[in-house]
T-cell receptor, first 115, second 113 residues
Framework: AQSVAQPEDQVNVAEGNPLTVKCTYS??????LFWYVQYPNRGLQFLLK??????LVKGSYGFEAEFNKSQTSFHLKKPSALVSDSALYFC?????????????FGTGTQLKVEL | DADVTQTPRNRITKTGKRIMLECSQT?????MYWYRQDPGLGLQLIYY???????NKGEISDGYSVSRQAQAKFSLSLESAIPNQTALYFC????????????FGPGTRLTVL
């Protein structure tokens, strides 16, 4: 089965500093990868996805993600963090096993941006 | 996503009660999914439907059932609620095509006492 791992439960960063939220994947076949963000008391919002092509994917709110096939990683990045970026971030992979088509999610990383 | 509505937003119930969570969407997507979120576990798929005549079990379907009343409506039922079904539940429509992202509703917070 397809899976993703988010090795950090929480990431702390100072406002204005670059941030990275890590994700590694394990898939058979080509990986189709997604990042979502969840603000308190809200549903998940789509940030960006990698299907094919350029390894650097740009998304919403100034976020980008770098796909690295040799390291099986898809890390989320932002050059300059904002306090308003504080939220729960999920990495996900498209899973076609069992004849279905669903997203398999990581366990989430809580990002805290402090002044 | 403002085009996905879930009712109720919060519900407290007792063990053994039947509960229905409702979802409707105005995006016209034919695929709809129900996920459950527990702290530290991410999201797990309960059921999904590709059209009104197609219902499929996800990885944690035991204790749940669903009904696809129309393309825009997909409800989740707990026939006899138990405390370990206390969680945040999300409905997530998706458009056709293999790689389209899913849109999530605001969620229903369910507490089973």
């Amino acid at each position: 089965a397809q899976s993703v791992a988010q090795p950090e439960d929480q990431v702390n960063v100072a406002e204005g500093n670059p941030l990275t939220v890590k994700c590694t994947y394990s898939v058979s076949g080509n990986p189709y990868l997604f990042w979502y963000v969840q603000y308190p008391n809200r549903g998940l919002q789509f940030l960006l996805k990698y299907i094919t092509g350029d390894n650097l994917v740009k998304g919403s709110y100034g976020f980008e993600a770098e796909f690295n096939k040799s390291q099986t990683s898809f890390h989320l990045k932002k050059p300059s963090a904002l306090v308003s970026d504080s939220a729960l971030y999920f990495c996900a992979v498209r899973d076609f096993t069992g004849g279905g088509n669903k997203l398999t999610f990581g366990t989430g990383t809580q990002l805290k941006v402090e002044l | 996503d403002a085009d996905v509505t879930q009712t109720p937003r919060n519900r407290i119930t007792k063990t053994g009660k039947r509960i229905m969570l409702e979802c409707s969407q105005t995006k016209g997507h034919d695929r709809m999914y129900w996920y459950r979120q527990d702290p530290g576990l991410g999201l797990q798929l309960i059921y999904y439907s590709f059209d009104v005549k197609d219902i499929n079990k996800g990885e944690i379907s035991d204790g749940y059932s669903v009904s696809r009343q129309a393309q825009a409506k997909f409800s989740l039922s707990l026939e006899s609620a138990i405390p370990n079904q206390t969680a945040l539940y999300f409905c997530a429509p998706r458009g056709g095509g293999l790689y389209n992202e899913q849109f999530f509703g605001p969620g229903t917070r369910l507490t089973v006492l």
